[in-house]
């Protein structure tokens, strides 16, 4: 893949999972959004958990070094009834974020509602709708794309969203609680 040109960012948006984690690579040069890729890394089903996030750990860092990202936005985990599988998803986005740090990629990160609100309209929308606005704010993402894939490409299209609001507020001089206390590089309030 070629780099991107001066003021081009490639955001790679993962969205966490012990079984499949998606992933998907946009390019941001202004307002314009291009597909790059995405897909799913799935670690060996029948695996133990340690097995598991061994693999993913491996694949996301091979993917690290394949895609070269500008920064990395990750899903955070979302409140459910079943503590064990919050764990599970912990753990997976846990080994995901220490790829992107070895690699020496910032991270950042959004809860699932703020996601669905930037690309959707709605905190609330469910995973048909997220594909549906990936693939209308996307041209050339695949037509037929996996909920693991859109909904990565969603969270890489929510930190495009996030980072020109805070290139916004830096270039006028906003802060949030006083001066010296703005989000730095990879990050977001």
């Known amino acids: 893949m070629t780099r991107p040109g001066v003021g081009a960012a490639r955001i790679l948006g993962l969205d966490p999972g012990s079984l499949h984690t998606g992933y998907g690579l946009i390019e941001k040069a202004g307002s314009r959004l291009t597909y790059l890729e995405s897909g799913t890394l799935s670690p ?21 070094a394949r895609l070269t990202p500008d920064m990395v936005a990750v899903e955070d985990i979302f409140h459910a009834a079943n503590v064990r599988s919050v764990l599970k998803l912990a753990h997976a986005r846990g080994v995901l974020i220490l790829a992107a740090v070895q690699a020496g990629v910032p991270v950042s990160a959004y809860p699932p509602a703020t996601v669905k609100k930037t690309v959707v309209g709605a905190g609330a929308a469910d ?51 006083g001066a010296g206390n703005r989000p730095g590089k990879g990050q977001h309030p």
Do not use: F, Y
């Open 44 to 64: 060996p089903r029948r695996a133990e958990l340690p097995q598991r996030l061994q693999v993913l750990h491996q694949r996301a860092g091979d993917l690290m």
């Open 127 to 177: 995973k048909t709708r997220v594909a549906w606005m990936v693939a209308r704010l996307l041209p050339g993402s695949p037509a037929e794309i996996g909920h693991d894939a859109s909904d990565a490409l969603a969270v890489a299209l929510c930190h495009a969203a996030h980072l020109r609001q805070n290139l916004v507020e830096e270039a006028v001089g906003v802060s949030r609680g």
